[in-house]
């Protein structure tokens, strides 16, 4: 079984930082994409970030120069530091990463339960 869990979310004011971390624990053989996607009230799930195992980045467009992907391969970790934060970056923040797991010849897509961002004046 694989579990990606969050953690970092809270309440920030609007210009300041955050770091979210993701650690995927588990019957692990690899895992390739990691990722970061948001969901803010009654808006669908977007893509915020993501990073290849080989530390291959993407960003969607709203956040580049704010925020910043990293992984460590060794702790099977993504992290997310989000600096100079708006009002609209406020949501819930999802982990995703694409997992062999152990045994397995296949990848799956899981996702952590969410983690809380917001933003205040």
């Known amino acids: 079984q694989v579990q990606l869990v969050e953690s970092g979310g809270g309440l920030v004011q609007a210009g300041g930082s955050l770091r979210l971390s993701c650690a995927a624990s588990?019957?692990?053989?690899?895992?390739?994409?990691m990722g970061w996607y948001r969901q803010a009230p009654g808006k669908q799930r977007e893509v915020v970030a993501s990073i290849t195992s080989g530390g291959s980045t993407k960003y969607a467009d709203s956040v580049k120069g704010r925020f910043t992907i990293s992984r460590d391969n060794a702790k099977n970790t993504v992290y997310l530091q989000m600096n100079s934060l708006k009002f609209e970056d406020a949501a819930v923040y999802y982990c995703?990463?694409?997992?062999?797991?152990?045994?397995?010849?296949?990848?799956?897509?899981?996702w952590g339960q969410g983690t809380q961002v917001t933003v205040s004046s």
């Open positions: 588990g019957s692990i053989f690899s895992i390739n994409a």
């Open positions: 995703n990463a694409d997992v062999q797991p152990a045994g397995s010849y296949y990848q799956y897509g899981y």
